[in-house]
Every structure is written in structure tokens, then in C-alpha cells.
């Protein structure tokens, strides 16, 4: 279990990461977060290209489970049957409690699971305590000063990330 705040891997956004990145690393089961790495807060529905990029993903095996901070369970129910995926809302994060019960319930170890989020202090940082590997993506929005202000503060610890 790792407190650092650094991410394994940094990238532009979720179709950077492949299943040829998945399969070096052993992967087998990507947890999602919702907001701003897959969707904007104001998409209720994955986008195709979302969805053609995840059907790619599982025609190589990989399983995805969202893992979401939101506090409205019933969008992120609504995004994640959408999508096909088991869920989980209010997750805690980075509390790594929720990654644990997802990797049990899929019947995954650590070395095989990775999660893929936003935020260097809630995905990130939850994904290093659980022992996974942690992909990070650039916000798809900055919406108001607040977040603007978090995203400059992750800034030093994403320069230590590594391009997949």
C-alpha cells in the first residue's frame, strides 16, 4: 500500500489506454471513475465513442467496473447500465475500501486490476493504497475556479506520471 500521490500513468484522456497497454501490464479489470473522466457532469449517456472504445477493451478480455465519488447514485447507475458495468457510487475515494469489494467481486488481484480517473487525490491516491495500477486522464472539463485551482495543484505530481 503506497501513499504517494503520483500516478503509474498519465495520459490525455481513457482512448489512450489500449488493450495492447492493458495486456503489457497484465490488466485484466479497468476501474472506471465517471465524472470528468469518462463524461462531463451534464452527459447522463456514454457517448459511442465510449462505447466503441470499452467493446474494444472487452473483445481482448479486459472487465471494467465504475467506481464513482458521485453522490447521486441513480446517474451513475443510469451511466454504468448503460455501459454494461457493475458500480458503485459515494465511493470514498481515495478510501480504497470500494476497489477492494470490486476486485473480490470480480474475482481479481491487485496485479490485475488498474483504475483510471481524474484526480491525482481521490483516483490516484485510492488506486496507489489498493496496490493497483493508476492511470490518470486530464479532466474533460474545468468547469468553475475550484477545480481549476485542484488541477494546477495535481500538476507537479502528474509531470512524475508516465506517458503509457
Known sequence: MSFSPIPNLCVPDIFHITSEVLKRRGITLLLLDLDNT????????????????????????VSFYMISNNANPERVKHYAEACDMPWVARAGKPNP????????QMGK????????????????????????????????????????????????????????
Open 38 to 61: 469518462l463524461s462531463p457532469y451534464s452527459e447522463h449517456l456514454p457517448p459511442e465513442r465510449v462505447l466503441a472504445w470499452m467493446e474494444s477493451l472487452k473483445s481482448a478480455g
Open 97 to 104: 475500501k470500494a476497489i477492494y469489494a470490486a476486485m473480490k
Open 109 to 164: 488481484s491487485p496485479k490485475e486490476t488498474a483504475l483510471m480517473g481524474d484526480q491525482i487525490f481521490t483516483d490516484g491516491l485510492a488506486a496507489n493504497r489498493a496496490g493497483i495500477l493508476s492511470i490518470v486522464v486530464r479532466p474533460l472539463v474545468m468547469r468553475n475556479f475550484l477545480f481549476r485551482l485542484r488541477y494546477i495543484a495535481e500538476q507537479p505530481f502528474r509531470l512524475f506520471g508516465k506517458e503509457n
